[in-house]
């Protein structure tokens, strides 16, 4: 008679699939977007915020008010799309803006980032070793967004005040200008940044001058001429939407034979 093996299989459970969409609600919603505090690399002060930043005494801020990052970023971007005509197609409704926490002090490093959320060709699919994938697609308040756009905290906020706008140009600039979900996209081996990345950084800089001499709501930038200590020693603290990164999630195989997935809007 045969012995019974004494060694079993073990089979895993496996892991369930990250969901195809990420549908979120505005502030007192019932899902509301994830949200982080920053923390600095500064030693707590306990002298008054006026007699540590003198400067401050102009800052139209509400003293005590946590600040929240990603609502004035995302009025002054407004502001700027409305202004500069080569901007002009940039929708900032259907961008979201985030945060996220520097791992350190140093000056040098990831400043922003902007995150398409299609293919190229404004596409939701793409085939990958023989499987079709999708990436995730995100929803706020009923309204598919296109972009997420990041920065990275407190090292953008330390940057010089022309520096910031030039990284918001930057960022902004890179939205194709069919706005449909990809990279402006430029001629040449060097596609996303083109060839002189100094060039680049001449263009945006003078984008940010025009802006700049249009005479625009002081307010909407007041916070950028602060330093991340600054800002946070007259708020208490600085925050932002926490942005999951989108995923590319492998359809199943009902969804994969389609020939195409509809563009519906979430139900709720």
Not at 148 to 176: G, N, W
């Amino acid at each position: 008679m045969a012995r019974a093996s004494s060694c079993q299989r073990i089979t895993r459970p496996r892991r369930a699939l990250p969901p195809l969409q990420l549908e979120w609600t505005g502030p007192g919603g019932v899902r509301p977007v994830p949200t982080r505090t920053i923390r600095g690399f500064h030693r707590a002060d306990n002298r008054s915020v006026g007699e540590l930043d003198p400067v401050l005494a102009n800052y139209p801020g509400c003293q005590g008010q946590p600040f929240d990052f990603s609502d004035q970023m995302h009025r002054l971007c407004a502001d700027i799309v409305s202004r500069c005509e080569l901007l002009h197609h940039v929708r900032m409704e259907r961008i979201l803006i985030g945060v996220t926490q520097a791992r350190s002090s140093r000056v040098h490093g990831l400043q922003a980032r902007i995150t398409p959320l299609r293919m190229p060709g404004g596409g939701v699919t793409r085939r990958k070793r023989g499987h079709l994938y999708q990436v995730q697609r995100c929803w706020l308040d009923g309204t598919e967004l296109l972009y997420l756009m990041s920065f990275c905290l407190p090292r953008f906020q330390d940057q010089s005040f022309d520096e910031k706008f030039v990284t918001i140009f930057h960022e902004l600039y890179h939205i194709a200008p069919s706005f449909d979900g990809d990279l402006r996209r430029h001629e040449g081996r060097c596609t996303i940044h083109t060839r002189s990345q100094k060039g680049y950084d001449r263009l945006m800089a003078e984008l940010a001058r025009e802006y700049l001499a249009g005479r625009p709501d002081p307010a909407l930038f007041a916070f950028l001429r602060l330093s991340f200590a600054q800002l946070q020693r007259w708020h208490g603290s600085v925050r932002g939407y926490a942005i999951p990164a989108p995923k590319l999630v492998p359809l199943p195989t009902p969804l994969a034979r389609g020939a195409s997935i509809r563009d519906a809007s979430p139900a709720w």
